[in-house]
């Protein structure tokens, strides 16, 4: 029997918001680790702006800054006028539009840097060569002895996880996780030594009708929004006539295991 449960319609429409809470654990982890009230926080590529919001609900009296793309910005600016967080919780943000490559901050400015499964975007816009430029300039504007966390996505053997490992293989945008230990590698010759690391586990998996809207939405709306970096994808259909009948069978994993990895930059 299958470890993993379908998700409802109302679960599937929520997940991506709500992620089952991962991103609050995270920000509660951190609080742990970086032993902080105030400072300066950096949301490394942060999208709708979720990890930002939970960043500032732990880090009170820290200043949060939130970088992304710029078609980042509207989502941003669309959760931050919502309901789904308190006002408050905005007062000490602040939002840069920027190419996180090369990050417009001064050297050794945060005390915290962390990152949500941002780098598959990094991946997907610059590739390899962009990961290792943004290692770099993680360790250019951490404080000496503070603490940066990124998170990865891994798959096991189940048919649900291969089927998800090989369709975004498959599909084009090359919006992939490598092995942790390049990561890990990356790091550390950039000074930034691991002191943990902890996975996070999503035991949904989407129904067939599900996974062809987020594979129909990878397909044709990614390459649009990325069009300035030449990101493509393969035709939809073509993805769905080679990956449909096992999705339909098994279903397709939701990022099942997400794992955040913690580095402290060297004294």
């Not at 880090?59 to 992304?68: K, L, W």
């Amino acid at each position: 029997m299958s470890m993993f449960q379908y998700f409802s319609d109302d679960e599937y429409r929520q997940v991506f918001t709500e992620f089952e809470g991962i991103r609050g654990r995270i920000a509660d982890l951190l609080q742990e680790q970086a032993n902080m009230r105030e400072g300066t926080v950096l949301d490394l590529l942060a999208g709708h702006g979720y990890l930002t919001a939970e960043l500032a609900r732990v880090f009170r009296g820290a200043t949060i800054y939130a970088t992304g793309l710029s078609n980042d910005l509207q989502s941003f600016l669309t959760l931050q006028s919502s309901e789904e967080y308190p006002l408050s919780t905005w007062e000490n943000v602040n939002y840069t539009e920027c190419d996180v490559t090369s990050l417009p901050f001064d050297d050794l400015y945060f005390d915290l840097v962390a990152n949500f499964l941002g780098l598959e975007d990094v991946m997907m816009t610059r590739g390899e060569e962009g990961l290792i430029s943004v290692f770099s300039e993680v360790a250019r504007v951490l404080k000496t002895g503070g603490v940066f966390e990124m998170s990865v996505v891994e798959y096991e053997g189940s048919p649900e996880e291969r089927i998800a490992e090989e369709v975004w293989s498959t599909i084009g945008l090359n919006a992939v996780f490598l092995d942790r230990e390049f990561y890990i590698m990356q790091a550390e010759k950039n000074g930034l030594v691991q002191k943990g690391e902890s996975l996070f586990t999503i035991r949904k998996k989407m129904t067939y009708h599900q996974a062809s809207e987020e594979l129909r939405f990878a397909c044709e709306e990614a390459p649009r929004i990325f069009k300035e970096y030449g990101v493509t994808a393969i035709n939809f259909s073509e993805l769905m006539e080679q990956f449909g009948p096992r999705i339909r069978k098994h279903g397709m994993a939701y990022y099942p295991n997400i794992r955040a990895l913690i580095f402290q930059k060297e004294v």
